[in-house]
């Protein structure tokens, strides 16, 4: 080894398993060895540059509720310090983001009713009682539930609900008022009734959208929404074009405190209200979890899920007691603090600052914007989460799946968001519930070449193919494998699986004088699958067949044991390895 590889293996940082208090408050880790020499300049400039964006996102995301735009910035500053004090992410920004906003949109009508004062109190309630519902989760450890989330079906949710945010923005891009209705009939609505659009609006609303994204494409350094609010709200407050304007953002910072009316609810509410703050959580966790493990991806950091759900919680309760809405981390947010070079949460917790200066000094500057460039800045921001492309991915992975995902899509479209999002779940269990019941099957021979056991023919659901063509079988021997536990879900498919093999066998005039189970992939078992072992064992018993197990887990034999089918089968006639199995029967039957 040379003195620099010596050197460099020296100087390499070891990897440790995180301390108790860095798992629950990493903030109070980080921050006491913060290096502010190094870092604070860097993370100035960064929350400088994300501030420009989230700023006139949020404020379009709170119109998107159907709640007034100071909403969107007054969820910003406690739901970026509650995750930062919390969240296990260096960079994740925690703010309004477009599918809590459109799930809040809907739940308002459910919770809220009446006045908009009312549905703003609805709103930062439900946002409270979405962070609650995430730090219980979080202290009672149920992270793990996170797991039996489909992601793909998700993808199809959030595909949709990008639609119908885009699609509910096109009236303020044209200054047309849309009638309410699905996405479908709105989009109709839209273009069939072109004569009815605001031209002064429409023009303006256009050239800002194309101004955003051309600055993203060719100066993506510049603020792209921030350069187009600021451009239109100049030039508005020069011409006074007849078009509508961003009601009066009042100026000063909002109080801390419990949304107004709580204290009088009845039971009835309060159930409205936990349900509600449980969608805003799941939704809010399907933004988050995405965006955090991507951006994890790139600083390394070790997330998680239960400390995460507490980071949620802080943050949606931050938002709350603020008078904002739900909150998630959002992936776009991030990414552009990763661009911008924030080292540390620190960019997260200074850029809550710029929104509170931003609150109390210049608010009045929001009279001058027009409702059609922050109808431009939303469309913007939902785009890329409207890109086919995820779900054209999926389809072509996975029929079954894909279809889950573009009938989600579908629903969200046609029928609204919440009962999209009920049968997206339903539809991410039985999903997994199919996937158990007709695990990958495959029966198993060897390459000439390399002398490994290989799958010659595989089944997985009712797709089937040839994996190694070039596999041989061992003559007078059949070799089959199932990948996944054997349990009540799938033990009858395994066993006729089997029987299939059998059968086929005979058929062809080949019936085969052994059979080895390859249990490798069977990590656990219950008695319906050990019953399925023992009838399967028996059916070959009947047609001189002779079964045999290997490499069966240590665990998974104890189940065996305990379950009968050792006892059936003989301890002798279980192997630690195929090869032996297959060399057993072999010298066995040529005796």
Not at 20 to 30: F, N
Not at 507 to 518: M, T, V
């Amino acid at each position: 080894m040379t003195d620099k590889t010596e050197r460099q293996t020296q100087s390499a940082p070891v990897p440790t398993a995180p301390t108790t208090l860095e798992r629950w408050l990493p903030i109070a880790v980080w921050l006491p060895k913060y290096d502010w020499g190094k870092f604070f300049l860097v993370d100035l400039i960064a929350a400088l540059s994300v501030a420009a964006l989230l700023i006139p996102e949020s404020m379009g995301y709170a119109t998107v509720a159907g709640l007034p735009v100071q909403i969107g910035l007054y969820t910003a500053p406690l739901a970026l310090i509650g995750y930062a004090m919390f969240g296990g992410s260096k960079i994740l920004v925690y703010g309004a983001v477009g599918s809590v906003a459109a799930v809040t949109a809907g739940l308002l009508s459910y919770v809220g009713g009446g006045d908009q004062s009312t549905a703003v109190a609805a709103a930062a309630a439900l946002a409270l009682m979405g962070g609650i519902v995430f730090v219980l989760l979080g202290l009672l450890r149920l992270g793990w539930i996170t797991n039996f989330m489909s992601h793909t079906i998700m993808d199809g949710f959030v595909f949709g609900m990008a639609l119908q945010i885009i699609v509910g923005q096109l009236g303020k891009l044209t200054g047309f008022k849309m009638d309410d209705g699905n996405t479908v009939a709105k989009f109709w609505q839209w273009i069939t009734n072109i004569g009815s659009w605001n031209m002064n609006a429409a023009i303006i609303g256009f050239l800002a959208l194309i101004l955003i994204f051309a600055i993203q494409r060719f100066m993506p350094k510049l603020p792209a929404a921030l350069t187009a609010v600021i451009l239109a709200s100049v030039y508005v407050a020069m011409v006074s074009p007849n078009i509508d304007l961003v009601a009066k953002v009042p100026s000063g910072l909002p109080s801390i405190g419990l949304p107004s009316g709580l204290a009088g609810l009845g039971l009835a509410d309060w159930g409205k209200l936990i349900l509600g703050g449980s969608v805003v959580a799941l939704v809010s966790f399907s933004e988050g979890w995405g965006a955090s493990a991507k951006v994890s991806r790139e600083t390394h950091d070790q997330l998680n899920s239960n400390q995460e759900f507490i980071a949620y919680g802080a943050g949606n309760i931050g938002a709350g007691l603020l008078g904002g809405m739900g909150a998630a981390g959002s992936l776009s947010k991030s990414s552009a603090a990763l661009t911008a070079g924030a080292k540390t949460q620190m960019a997260n917790i200074i850029m809550a600052g710029f929104v509170l200066l931003t609150l109390a000094f210049l608010s009045p500057l929001f009279q001058w914007l027009p409702e059609a460039v922050l109808g431009a800045v939303v469309i913007n921001a939902m785009w890329d989460s409207a890109n086919p492309e995820k779900l054209i991915s999926k389809w072509k992975f996975d029929r079954i799946i894909g279809i889950g995902s573009i009938i989600t899509a579908v629903i969200v479209l046609t029928v609204g968001l919440l009962p999209a999002m009920i049968i997206g779940i339903v539809g991410s269990i039985l999903y997994l519930i199919y996937r158990i019941s007709f695990p990958g099957r495959s029966e198993l021979g060897e390459n000439p070449e390399t002398k490994e056991f290989v799958a010659i023919a595989w089944q997985y659901g009712q797709r089937h193919g040839k994996a190694h063509p070039e596999a041989k079988s061992i003559p007078g021997v059949i070799i089959y494998r199932m990948s996944a536990p054997l349990i009540f879900t799938n033990a009858e498919a395994y066993e006729q699986s089997a029987k299939d093999l059998l059968i086929s066998a005979a058929a062809d005039k080949a019936l085969p004088h052994d059979l080895i189970l390859d249990c490798e992939e069977i990590i656990y078992t219950d008695s319906t699958g050990c019953a399925a072992l023992v009838s399967l064992h028996d059916y070959c018993k009947l047609y001189g067949v002779r079964v045999s197990l290997a490499r069966v887990h240590s665990g998974t034999h104890a189940l065996f044991k305990a379950g009968g089918v050792i006892d059936v089968i003989g301890e002798e006639n279980v192997y630690p390895h195929i090869r032996d199995a297959v060399g057993a029967v072999t010298a066995s039957s040529a005796r």
